[in-house]
């Protein structure tokens, strides 16, 4: 098995899925669907309904629909969209969902509220976001690597930060903000798969921006020494069933509040 995102994250599905309870006739919207997995998982339980996903990456959604169109899901469709901006048919969908699609926003209040007002009135939001980095060995682990043993944690890595939603009174206030109501917040502590094996390990975490921007800051032989550390690290988390690392997030749930 060659490692993607799905199967790195394959522990997680069956939580978030329960946590979904989705519904025959339900229609959800997946926020930040990437190739659409969790899209496709909803189309196949509602049914009678919908499942549509979005994202602002043009190459995942088309990847998205291949992958749709190749198991005849006639219930699913996908958009290129940007969450924060994109004119959602108002109280159309009965459920937000995302997995780890949701961290990225540079507004996050509007782009929750804009979330929020696509959803009907009892409408729910599930979604799936990292805890601190400092919970998740698999950053904390990589990234000591790439940078050397004596380098920070503090300093984070470069781009979109995946851990922007990982401090619960954050969480609850940008939600509120932005309209939601009932908001919890329920700890998942699951591994999360880098591969098979060290050397697919390896090129998986070398397709990370934050690898690639990490080694590009270094010169040749320096990259090549945080590769050997690398390399290293993915060896001592290598188990019978692959390269696995630890990790935490949260599963946070909430509700379109009632109109008055
Ligand atoms: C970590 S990936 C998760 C993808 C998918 N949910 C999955 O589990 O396979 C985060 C996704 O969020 C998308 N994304 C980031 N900002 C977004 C935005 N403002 N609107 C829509 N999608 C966004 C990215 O393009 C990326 O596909």
């Known amino acids: 098995m060659s490692t993607d995102y799905d199967s790195e994250l394959r522990l997680y599905n069956e939580i978030l899925r329960r946590a979904c309870g989705v ?57 290129h969209a940007d969450a924060r901006f994109h004119r959602f048919t108002q109280g159309h969908f009965d459920l937000a969902i995302s997995r780890f699609g949701t961290m990225f926003f540079d507004e996050p209040v509007a782009a929750f509220a804009n979330i929020r007002r696509a959803l009907r009135r009892s409408g729910r939001l599930v979604m799936m976001v990292w805890q601190a980095r400092e919970h998740n060995e698999w950053e904390v682990a990589t990234h000591q690597a790439i940078t050397g043993p004596e ?7 470069a781009g979109p930060d995946p851990f922007s939603l990982a401090d619960p009174v954050t969480v609850k206030r940008i939600l509120t903000e932005a309209g939601f109501v009932g908001i919890t917040l329920t700890d998942v502590r699951e591994p999360i798969s880098y591969g098979p094996d060290v050397d697919r390990a390896l090129d998986w975490v070398c397709g990370f921006t934050s690898t690639t921007e990490a ?43 009632e109109e008055p």
């Not at 309904?49 to 996908?78: K, M, P, Q, W, Y």
């Not at 320096?222 to 060896?235: K, N």
């Not at 069933?241 to 509040?257: E, N, P």
Request: proline fraction near 3%; charged fraction near 25%; glycine fraction near 8%.
């Open 215 to 257: 080694l590009k800051g270094l010169d040749p032989a320096a990259a090549t020494r945080a590769l050997e550390r690398l390399r290293e690290a993915l060896s001592t988390h290598m188990s019978g069933d692959g390269v696995w690392f630890d990790s935490r997030a949260w599963c946070v749930t909430a509700r379109q509040r």
């Open 23 to 79: 519904q025959p006739r339900d229609h959800v919207l997946d926020i930040g669907c990437g190739t659409g997995q969790t899209t496709r998982d909803a189309a196949r339980t509602a049914r009678a309904g919908s499942a549509h996903g979005i994202d602002i990456s043009a190459v995942a959604v088309e990847r998205a629909c291949e992958l749709a169109r190749a198991e005849g899901l006639n219930n699913v469709t996908f958009e």
């Open 151 to 157: 380098a920070s944690m503090a300093v984070p890595s």
